[in-house]
Structure formats: structure tokens, C-alpha cells
């Protein structure tokens, strides 16, 4: 178990991240439950006041603006007025009127109620099919004369009659709040919403379904930056156990507790309500309790990778214990097992991925892969890649080590565990898919085993893009093979929706139709008094009221009958009972999912593919008093041959019955006993097909010069052939761009969090981690150049495709208004309508006429358009979609802006851009004259949907850009690697070179033969290698020069010193014998004395100097180092003043050393502790032996005088002593042998207290002897 005390240390150093984190947690709660604009209902109820109350201060500005109003009720306003009320900006829709005459309106998609212009003066709650509004109403009467006013709606909350991806409901101002937890009512709850006068216009009401809080991005983000904080803490302290303790502590710490934390996670919304996101939505991916969403898998994932690079971080070295050969092979096989089993299972898992989700990995559609589902996705298939690449890795080196890098058996064994795994799938409808995966699984590991080899052999520097390719090409296959099921089986769904030419979305208005000719009296007055007058009325309003929107489509018959089946001025002979023949045999009764929508006298009946029919019928009561039928009335709707090819039908149709398909992509073609009825989009379909021809069975996928078909045999001598252009090519080319780009980012993501665990968290660490070297910067500018310039070439090319394409529809739509004009002046002129001066009079017995109202359906339907007729009050008149403004979605009114210029501004011709919802498109308007070039009316031409070619045209060209791209990218990598090389390669040989610059040697000089730069550096390193190579022959002249100076100065002292004396000695003894002094023979024999102990100095100093260089460590020899020790310490322990303690060692110390040396060195030691202890003192020696890392420390410690302070750093300098005698040199000869044998001296001194000596020495290692120990 480690200390406690460490334990301590790494809290102190590493617990800032939890203090961080539970401060961002902090952080994070005050912003949810405080400062975020969903802390509170009250504050979200609060929000919509103030945006309320800021547009009804707008209206009461408008208001008290009385040149304004009165340019609005006169119709003398400009386009600057038109600017300033636009609602798009400002929120309100602004209404004036006069005499009940509307004279100025700012939107054409919203009305006033007629019931509003009898309302008093004040503010109101509105409610209709457009959401909740506040009605404010200002009468101008004392202003202005007769009656004038003014009208505001306020919009608190927009809806439409159905939701798709252009309808949605909204809070005008709070895009951020969800519109299915929250809703406006009248029924008192406890968030009031008041008016400028303070009274309560409606409340705000929390759906039942709104148990969840939501979260503010801010409180995410700083919840996320928490976990990432506890998540670099939990790493740490894993590594800390695992170096403190077991190295398997640490890797079970953190699994248990990221696994205790995640199934938490499950249990309870902790850290995050998850379903909050849409990546938790289970409607876009799930497959089991543990991957119930994209968002887990995410999780999970980013969690699994971790997991698997702490493991590899601490093993990543380690090898298996000794086994025998059963245990061996059965972990081999268990190993190879496991293998083979992570293929599968990382295959099925993006086969989950890609088939059981709402995902999109079509790469050849971009704008299908334009959202942040699929982003995630394919964020969350690298990490699922990664982990499977880190896993198969770490099981392939346990089976190259059980196999002992032989790898010709370990290939074998894969492939014997292989078939067995084959054979429990014999019975499984993809087994050729298996087979691939098992083949693919062996050619992946041989991959492994290549690069790892050629890394080994230094042909591949790095591995990590080889890796990288690796990954990336595998999982391209596999995504193409699963795209390509995913597709057929989409394709196979459409062709059976293309076998059944119902339209869900006319069943849906059908069905609202018949709903409210139930409520309708006027039906019913038929029926009282019938006749052929009431019918043709009856006829007329029901195609004007009802099915208004179908006339385009459709051909409508109406039947009605007596209570006694007799008809009643039927134009068809079709009876009563043919009808009902036809209903019970032949049709269908139309079940939708919504079963309360679809009454059961809705019904469908086809005869051919081209000719099918709804019919409808309605039983009519006499009256509310007896339940006895008093009529009956069908009708009948049968498509036309020429199909409507206009593009209202894009915004009202569901999402879910949207092609889930690109549909330009796709042809097909519908065949009936072997005969061609119906074919879309440019593929040339044969007029009829042979028997042969026919799938056996009911649905068979062909390929056929560059297509691939699917042939559905539908029944009914139906046969459907969906054709797609093969672009295999292109989405590999495509997805390996996608992936490799991923795989990229992530490793760059993992590389920055590996910095952020190695730097703690901290700036200054973190900087220094992420110096770049010139190398890099190099290949950095070079890729960072080309993906700019590929950037800015998208921005600028597709700006022109917009430009251009927009400026192209602008030309169509001008040149069909012309033509549509042309068309409808026909019309009008063969009833001689033009003819009349008075143009207001022309609506709206006109429009009535059902001869007049067919040919111009029949002109709309022709050109494939959608036409609007506005009188020129600007009130609609006629409407090729009337369900468009019977919905609400357009009001009667005509576009402002369209009707300033057409009838203020008298312009020919207006063009510009509108918007339904989110459906945004280009609008056309233009006014149709009479013979005096009066203007008659207003036509407008709406284009729907005219972004689908744009879009298509951008994604292709993305496509290409994107392929492009990648490969510019790839060259690019290999351009910038080969211009390192390059470049850099230069200054590595100049770096080379001046690391190997030594003074006691020649230094090489660089041959650079080209005059560039890097020629002027090598010059330059040149001249300066030149220059040191004098310098260098100078300052070893000099310090030669100077060496022998001091040494001889030295020598010159040290002989002098006994020289003095002995010529003193002499000269005193000639002066004896000459005066014949009486003690001459004594003083003779002392002088002889004298000399010979002075000769016996000068021979000493002879010795010392020899020594000193003749240290040359020429005699290496294997010897036990404490026996020599002993040998010197035995010549001083019969010393009587002084104490020698020695700690003899429990083992010997061999080294490799010059023995006589070491003696030396030893001797030289305690003499000099033997020799710094005072006269007066008991000198203390002790000698003593320590264990350091493979080496051995000798210690001599004495009680002597010790060294003073500023000597310290001059004591092992030669010549240096603190004796009064002495040369110096002996501890200089003791460094220059400790060293000269690779050991190391130092020394701790104190005043007065004593001096330690250390001397280490490395301990010989006997594995280099087979593990047998040298003897003497």
C-alpha cells in the first residue's frame, strides 16, 4: 500500500481539478436554476411579456405618428414606410382601415377577422388556426373623417395547421423556448400575461409533458468542462496507484468507478437530462437497453477508448508470465477467439448504426449529411473504430508474444479458429458476408504485423498514418457494403410506395372536406328543395368551397341521390346502386394512422395505375328531429392525365411521407401487362419488356451499363423498376476523404487531452508541451495553405452558383410571367372581359364562371405552375392552391410589398423572395391589362421549391470539391513531408555536425556545393569551425604553456623550500671546520643528518609529481573492492591517538578498476583525515559501505577541523592544500582516479565538526559472466 504521505503530495498537487470542477458545477447550477432564461417559468412567462410590451409600445408610437397614419389610410406611403413596418423585423401586423375599406396591410400572411372592425377601441385576445395573438385596436376618428382605424395583432405564438420541416410552431422572440412544453390559453394558470393597461390578455400554460427542466448551453458547457476536470483527476490517481501500488490498482479504479458513474448515469438524469438532446432521441438511433440512443453510443465510446489507452499506457510493455505449452496454445486460441469475436462485434455495431437509425452516411448527398446527426454519427463511428483498432492491437501483440513472433503458426491458428467460428454460422443468411469478414480479419492483423515490422526495420519512421490508411480503407468497405443495404432497402420501400399511386396527403385534406360537409346547412338546403338550378348552385359551391385546391389535380364529379336512391340531376347515368356496387366490391375504405382523421365513407378505388379514383359520400339527414337519411352525396375525384408538376405539394406534405431518398438520383418506370404507363426523371425505359425479362421472384436487383435496378413484381400484372446511377466510385473516393479527416481530428483531439492529463491543467506546462518543431510548423503552412485555398475556392464557387442560379430563375420566372400573362389575356379576351373600361367590375362574376376558372387550371397545369389572381384592391380572387389560404397559411390579401410596386409604383413586373414558415422561394407578380392599358388584375406566380436543383447542383460540385480535396490534401502531406525532409534535413546535418564539434580533435566541415541561405549557414559553420580549430590550437598551446609554467613554478617551490635549509647547514659547517670549532663532528654528523631528511622530501616530491602523471588507468583489473579497503585500513589501525572504525560490508563489491589505483585513492583519503584532525583532539575515523542503485558508496568520515566555506569549491583543484606542507596534488589524483573509473567523489564538511568523503564506484554487473562470480 503506498504512504499516506504521498497520498497527501498528490492531493496537493492535483486537487485544483476537483476544486475546479465542483466551482464549475457551482457555476453550472446557478446558470440553470438562476441566471438562464429557463432558471424559472415566472422568468420565461417574463421574457414573453417584455418582448409583448416592447411591440406594444411600437404600436403606440405608430399610432401618435400622424403623418404616418395618414399616409397609410390615404395609400401614399413609399417603400421606406413599407421597410420600417416590415413584421418580419418588428413583430407586428399592421391594419388600417376606412369606412371598413382596408387600406394598408404588412403581410400577406395573416388577416384581420371581420368580427375585429366591430370591436371597441382597446386590446384583445385572439385566437385562430395562426396561433395566439394580442389584437390592439386604435380608432382614428377625431383625427380623420369617418370612420377610421387602425389594427395591430401582436404574435405571442405562431402555428399552422400541420408541422413538417417548413411549419413549425414558435414563440415569436424566444426561439430558444420549446413550443411542446409550453402553450397560450385563457384558462387562468399561475403565469399571467398582461396587456399595456394592465389587465390579463391570456396565460402561459406548462404542458404536462414538460416534467423535465431545461438546460441552458451555458450550464452544459460548464457541466462538461466539470466532468473533463474529474475525468483528468480520476487519470491521475489511477497512475498514482498504479506507480504506488500494484500496477493492476490503478486500471481497477477506474473502470469500477467510470463504470459505477455511467450505469448511475442510466439509473437517474445525472450529469445532464439526456433526453433533453436530440442525439438521447431514441426515434433517431437505438438498438438495446445499453445503446438506446446516438448520445450513449457516443459515451460509451469516448469511455471505452479511455479505458483502453489507460491499459495500454501501463502494460503497454508488459509481457506474459512463463506458461507451458498447453497453457500457451489454450490462451493462443482464447486470444485468437477474441479477435475474431471484435470483428463481428464492431461490425455489427456499424451495421446498427448505419441500417437501424434515422442517420444519413450518404456521402454522395451532402446536404442528407448536412445536420448534427450525422456529424455525431460519424464522430461516433471514428471513436468506435478507434477502440476496436486499440483492442485488436493490444489482443494481437498477447498472441505474437505467445507465439514468440513466429508468425506463419500464429496466421494458421487465426485461420483454424476462423473456420470453426464459420461453422456456428452456416445456418446465417449473411454467411458470405462472414466469410469476407473472417478473410478481412487475418489481412488486417498481417497489416499489423507489417507495420510494426517495417518500423522496426526504420522503413516507416511513423506508424500512425499507415494506421490510419488501415482504418480508414476498412471501414470505408464495410460503410459502402451497409450504405449499399441500406439504400436497396429504402429503394425497395419506394417502390413499393410507386406500386400504389394513392397520395396520403389528399387522402388527409379529403378527409378534413368530408368533415365539414357534415356541419354544412347549406348542403342540406339542397336537399329540401332540390331542382336543376339549386344543383348547378349546389355544384358550383361545392367545387369553389370544398375542392377548390383538387380542381388542378382532379376531375370532380358530384352525385346525389333521394332517400329513395333515385338521382337527382345527375350529369353522369352512374346510379345509386353502381356506386354502392363499386364502394362495397371493388374499393377500399382509406385507414390512415390517425384513424379519427379518416371517416369510414372515404374511399379509394383503382382501376390502372394512371386511373384511380376517391369517392366520397355523405348520407343527409331531413332534418335534426328524425334520423332518417334524406339524401345521399357522393363525389368523385379522378386524376388527370397531365399531373400538376407545381410545388405547393413540397410544403404541405408530411415528413414522413417525403422520399427518403434523393430523388434526382433516382428513375422509375411503371409497367402494366408488360407495357410501360408511367416513367420519371431521364432514364430511357424500354415501351415494353418480354416475359423473360420478368423477376422470378418478387423483387431482383440487376446492374446494367452504369445503373443498378431494382424490379419489383407488384401484383396485378404490375412490374415497378426503380433505376439508380451507380457512383460506387465516387462515395469511396468520398468516404475515405470523411473518414481519414476524422480519423485526424480525433487523434488530435486525443493528442490535446493527453497534454491537458500530462500538464494538470496548467498553462505554462501545457505550453511547453506543445512547442512545435520547425518540421512541423513547415507541413503545418503547406496543409493549412492548400485547405485554405480549397476553402476559399468553395466560398467563391459556390457564391457564383447562387448568383448565377438565382439570377437564372429570376429569367425563367419572367419569361413564364410573360407567357402566363399572354395565356390568361387569351382567355379573358374569348369572353370579351378585357373590353371593359370599368376594370374593378371584372371580379368576381368573372372568376365565377366555371368555364373561365377550368381553362385557366388547365393553363396552371400545363406549365407546371401555380397561379394567384388578385382583384385590384389586392384581395385574392382566384387561387390555383386555394387550400393554401382555407388553411390560413396566405391571407386574401396580396403581398404589400408586391402590390406598392405593381399598383402604387405602376411597374410592369415585380420579382422577389417570400417565405411560408421556412420554405423560402421566389415570387413573381404582374398586372394583366385591357385594351385602354388599364390594369385588369394582379397575376403571381409563386416558385416553390426551386432550392432543390440549387441544392443539388452545390452538393455535387461539394462532392467533387471534397474528393479533390482529400487527394490534395494527401499530396499535399507528402509534399510537405518530403520538403522537411527537405529543408530541415539540412539544418539536422548542421545540428549533427555541431553537436560532434570537440576541441581535442579535427572537426569536419560541411561540403555544401549550392549558394542559397542554407549555403550562407554552412559557410558561415565553416569559417567558425576553422576559427574554433585555431582557437583550439592556441588554448591548448597556452594552457600546455601555462601548465608547465605552474608546474614548474610549483617544482621550483618545492625544491627550494629544503634547499634553503640544507645551504644554511653547509655554509654553518665550512664556517666550523675553517675557525676549527670544537663541536665540529657533531655538528657534522646533524648536518648529515639534516641533508639526508631533505633528500629523502626532495625525492618525495620526486614521487608525488610522478604520480600525479602517471595516472593513466592502464591496468584494469576485476577485484573486490572492500579487500582493499581492508588491506589500506590495517596500515592505520595501530595508531594510539586516534580511533579507526570500520563497518565491514555483509557482501563484496566487485569492480573494474586499476587496483593499485584504488589503494592509492584510499591511502591518499585517510591520510588526509588522519592529518586534518588537531594535535589536541581523539581523532574519530569511520569507514563504512552503502548500497545506491547498483553502485557502491564508500564513506570516510573524520572529526578533524573540517573545511572552511570558501574553500570548498577549490579542494580538488591541483596545487591546492590547507596544510603548511604538502603539494596539493593529492586530492586532485583522488578525482582524477575515481573518475578516470567512471566513479564519482564528493564531500559534506562543517567547521569544527568534520568532513565526509564520498566515494561511488559502479558495482560490476555478473550477467556479462553467465551469472558466475569471478574468483581470485
Not at 451499363?705 to 407488384?714: E, N
Amino acid at each position: 500500500m503506498f504512504p499516506l504521505r504521498d497520498f497527501r503530495t498528490f492531493l496537493w498537487k492535483n486537487g485544483y481539478l476537483l476544486i475546479g470542477a465542483a466551482w464549475l458545477l457551482t457555476l453550472a447550477f446557478l446558470v440553470d436554476h438562476y441566471w438562464s432564461y429557463y432558471s424559472s417559468d415566472k422568468r420565461i412567462a417574463a421574457s414573453i411579456q417584455q418582448h409583448l410590451r416592447e411591440r406594444e409600445n411600437e404600436v403606440q408610437s405608430i399610432t401618435q405618428h400622424h403623418a404616418l397614419v395618414n399616409q397609410l389610410l390615404r395609400r401614399t406611403f413609399d417603400q421606406n414606410v413599407l421597410t420600417q413596418l416590415n413584421p418580419d423585423y418588428n413583430g407586428i401586423y399592421i391594419f388600417t382601415f376606412s369606412d371598413g375599406w382596408e387600406t394598408f396591410w404588412n403581410t400577406n400572411r395573416i388577416s384581420v377577422p371581420p368580427s375585429a372592425l366591430q370591436l371597441s377601441e382597446g386590446s384583445y385576445y385572439l385566437h385562430n388556426d395562426r396561433g395566439s395573438f394580442e389584437l390592439i385596436k386604435k380608432n382614428l376618428g377625431g383625427l380623420y373623417p369617418g370612420e377610421k382605424c387602425l389594427i395591430a395583432l401582436l404574435p405571442i405564438y405562431e402555428s399552422y395547421f400541420k408541422e413538417n420541416r417548413y411549419l413549425h410552431a414558435s414563440f415569436w422572440g424566444e426561439p430558444q423556448l420549446p413550443p411542446h412544453l409550453y402553450s397560450i390559453t385563457r384558462l387562468p394558470t399561475s403565469l399571467p400575461l398582461y396587456n399595456r393597461e394592465g389587465k390579463v390578455l391570456c396565460y402561459l400554460d406548462k404542458q404536462a409533458s414538460a416534467s423535465i427542466s431545461q438546460q441552458a448551453p451555458l450550464g452544459v458547457l460548464l457541466k462538461v468542462l466539470a466532468w473533463i476536470c474529474v475525468g483528468i483527476f480520476l487519470n491521475l490517481l489511477a497512475s498514482f496507484l498504479s506507480v504506488h501500488g500494484k500496477r493492476w490498482h490503478g486500471l481497477v479504479f477506474l473502470i469500477v468507478v467510470v463504470l459505477l458513474l455511467r450505469m448511475i448515469s442510466y439509473l437517474l438524469p445525472f450529469p445532464f437530462h439526456y433526453r433533453e438532446f436530440g442525439l438521447f432521441n431514441a426515434q433517431v438511433y437505438a438498438s438495446s437497453t445499453v445503446l438506446k440512443s446516438l448520445g450513449d453510443v457516443l459515451i460509451n465510446a469516448v469511455l471505452l477508448v479511455w479505458m483502453i489507452l489507460f491499459f495500454r499506457s501501463q502494460y503497454h510493455k508488459a509481457k506474459l508470465p512463463a506458461m507451458n505449452s498447453v497453457q500457451t496454445y489454450g490462451l493462443a486460441v482464447i486470444c485468437s477467439f477474441v479477435l475474431l469475436y471484435l470483428v463481428q462485434l464492431f461490425s455489427d455495431l456499424i451495421r446498427s448504426l448505419v441500417i437501424d437509425s434515422r442517420i444519413s452516411f450518404d456521402v454522395t448527398n451532402f446536404y442528407s449529411i448536412n445536420n448534427i446527426y450525422s456529424l455525431v454519427g460519424f464522430i461516433t463511428l471514428g471513436l468506435v473504430i478507434y477502440c476496436f483498432f486499440f483492442l485488436s492491437r493490444t489482443f494481437n501483440e498477447f498472441l505474437s508474444q505467445l507465439h514468440q513472433r513466429e508468425l506463419d503458426r500464429k496466421y494458421t491458428l487465426l485461420g483454424a479458429v476462423g473456420l470453426i467460428w464459420l461453422l456456428f454460422h452456416m445456418n446465417d443468411p449473411g454467411i458470405g458476408y462472414d466469410l469476407v469478414l473472417m478473410l478481412w480479419a487475418i489481412f488486417y492483423i498481417m497489416m499489423l504485423d507489417l507495420i510494426d515490422y517495417a518500423v522496426e526495420k526504420k522503413w516507416i519512421l511513423n506508424p500512425f498514418v499507415s494506421w490510419l490508411l488501415l482504418l480508414t480503407l476498412s471501414t470505408t468497405a464495410i460503410l459502402i457494403y451497409y450504405n449499399n443495404q441500406r439504400e436497396k432497402e429504402n429503394r425497395r420501400l419506394l417502390a413499393i410506395n410507386l406500386a400504389k399511386p394513392q397520395d396520403p396527403d389528399t387522402e388527409y385534406f379529403l378527409s378534413d372536406i368530408t368533415d365539414r360537409m357534415q356541419r354544412d346547412t347549406f348542403i342540406h338546403q339542397f336537399f329540401i328543395s332540390p331542382s336543376p338550378v339549386t344543383k348547378h348552385i349546389l355544384v358550383n359551391y361545392l367545387l369553389n368551397n370544398y375542392f377548390n385546391s383538387f380542381i388542378n389535380k382532379f376531375d370532380i364529379h358530384i352525385y346525389t341521390f333521394t332517400s329513395g336512391y333515385q338521382p337527382l340531376f345527375n350529369t353522369d347515368t352512374l346510379s345509386y346502386s353502381a356506386i354502392r356496387s363499386i364502394l362495397l366490391l371493388k374499393a377500399k375504405p382509406i385507414v390512415g394512422s390517425d384513424t379519427s382523421k379518416l371517416p369510414p365513407d372515404l374511399f379509394y378505388y383503382e382501376t390502372s395505375y394512371n386511373h384511380y379514383h376517391y369517392f366520397g359520400e355523405r348520407i343527409i339527414p331531413p332534418d335534426s328531429t328524425f334520423m332518417q337519411p334524406g339524401g345521399y352525396l357522393f363525389y368523385e375525384l379522378t386524376p388527370k392525365t397531365q399531373k400538376n408538376l407545381a410545388i405547393f405539394p413540397v410544403l404541405l406534405s408530411s415528413d414522413d411521407n417525403l422520399p427518403p431518398l434523393n430523388m434526382e438520383d433516382y428513375s422509375y418506370a411503371v409497367y402494366e401487362y408488360n407495357i410501360l404507363v408511367y416513367h420519371y426523371n431521364d432514364v430511357s425505359f424500354p415501351v415494353s419488356i418480354s416475359p423473360a425479362d420478368i423477376p422470378v421472384t418478387e423483387y431482383e436487383f440487376r446492374n446494367t451499363a452504369g445503373y443498378s435496378q431494382l424490379w419489383y413484381k407488384a401484383g396485378h400484372d404490375r412490374l415497378i423498376v426503380v433505376s439508380k446511377r451507380n457512383r460506387a466510385f465516387i462515395e469511396f473516393v468520398t468516404l475515405v476523404a470523411y473518414l481519414f479527416l476524422i480519423f485526424l481530428l480525433l487523434a488530435g483531439v486525443y493528442r490535446l487531452m493527453y497534454l491537458l492529463i500530462k500538464a494538470g491543467m496548467k498553462w505554462e506546462q501545457l505550453r511547453k508541451y506543445m512547442r512545435v518543431t520547425l518540421r512541423t510548423q513547415i507541413q503545418f503552412v503547406i496543409i493549412f495553405t492548400v485547405i485554405f485555398s480549397f476553402v476559399i475556392l468553395g466560398i467563391s464557387t459556390i457564391s457564383l452558383f447562387i448568383n448565377r442560379y438565382h439570377k437564372n430563375q429570376q429569367d425563367q420566372l419572367s419569361k413564364n410571367l410573360n407567357v402566363l400573362t399572354q395565356d390568361i389575356r387569351e382567355i379573358f379576351d374569348q369572353h370579351h372581359l378585357l373590353n371593359n373600361v370599368d376594370s374593378m367590375n371584372i371580379f368576381p362574376e368573372s372568376v365565377d364562371d366555371p368555364i373561365i376558372r377550368q381553362q385557366i387550371f388547365k393553363v396552371a397545369d400545363i406549365h407546371g405552375v401555380d397561379i394567384n389572381l388578385y382583384d385590384l384592391d389586392g384581395n385574392i380572387q382566384l387561387s390555383t392552391e386555394q387550400l393554401f389560404f382555407d388553411r390560413n397559411l396566405l391571407s386574401s390579401k396580396m403581398n404589400p410589398d408586391a402590390y406598392y410596386q405593381l399598383h402604387i409604383q405602376d411597374m410592369v413586373q415585380y420579382i422577389h423572395p417570400e417565405h411560408i414558415g421556412k420554405l423560402y422561394f421566389l415570387s413573381g407578380y404582374v398586372p394583366i391589362l385591357n385594351q385602354a392599358g388599364q390594369a385588369v388584375f394582379y397575376l403571381n406566380i409563386p416558385f416553390f421549391a426551386s432550392q432543390r436543383e440549387l441544392n443539388q447542383e452545390i452538393s455535387n460540385f461539394l462532392m467533387a470539391l471534397i474528393n479533390l480535396n482529400a487527394f490534395m490534401f494527401l499530396l499535399s502531406g507528402l509534399l510537405a513531408l518530403f520538403i522537411t525532409r527537405y529543408v530541415t534535413g539540412s539544418f539536422t546535418l548542421i545540428a549533427e555536425k555541431m553537436k560532434s564539434i570537440r576541441l581535442n580533435k579535427t572537426n569536419e566541415q560541411i561540403v555544401w556545393n549550392r549558394d542559397d541561405e542554407i549555403g550562407m549557414l554552412v559557410k558561415e559553420f565553416n569559417q567558425m569551425v576553422r576559427k574554433l580549430e585555431q582557437s583550439a590550437e592556441a588554448l591548448a598551446r597556452s594552457e600546455r604553456e601555462l601548465a608547465w609554467r605552474e608546474m614548474a613554478r610549483q617544482v621550483a617551490h618545492e625544491i627550494k623550500n629544503p634547499l634553503t635549509p640544507m645551504k644554511l647547514s653547509l655554509q654553518h659547517l665550512q664556517r666550523a671546520i675553517r675557525e676549527h670549532a670544537p663541536n665540529v663532528e657533531e655538528l657534522t654528523l646533524r648536518t648529515a643528518h639534516m641533508l639526508v631528511e631533505q633528500i629523502e622530501h626532495l625525492a618525495l616530491i620526486a614521487s608525488d609529481f610522478s604520480a600525479f602523471a602517471k595516472i593513466s588507468g592502464d591496468h584494469k583489473e576485476l577485484f573486490v573492492l572492500n579487500e582493499v579497503l581492508e588491506s589500506v585500513i590495517h596500515l592505520y589501525q595501530n595508531d594510539e591517538h586516534h580511533l579507526l572504525i570500520y563497518e565491514e560490508p555483509d557482501k563484496n563489491y566487485w569492480i573494474e578498476a586499476d587496483k593499485t589505483a584504488i589503494n592509492r585513492l584510499f591511502n591518499n583519503l585517510l591520510q588526509n583525515a588522519f592529518q586534518a584532525i588537531p594535535e589536541h583532539k581523539k581523532g574519530i575515523i569511520e569507514v563504512s559501505f552503502k548500497d545506491v542503485d547498483g553502485k557502491v558508496c564508500v564513506m570516510i568520515k573524520d572529526n578533524g577541523t573540517g573545511i572552511p566555506e570558501e574553500l570548498k569549491s577549490r579542494i580538488f583543484f591541483p596545487n591546492f592544500t590547507t596544510k603548511s606542507s604538502g603539494t596539493g596534488l593529492g586530492l586532485a589524483m583522488c578525482k582524477r582516479i575515481v573518475e578516470q573509473w567512471n566513479g564519482r567523489i564528493w564531500f559534506e564538511s562543517e567547521w569544527q565538526q568534520g568532513t565526509t568523503f564520498y566515494v561511488e564506484f559502479p558495482v560490476v554487473d555478473f550477467s556479462a559472466y553467465d551469472g558466475n562470480t569471478p574468483t581470485d
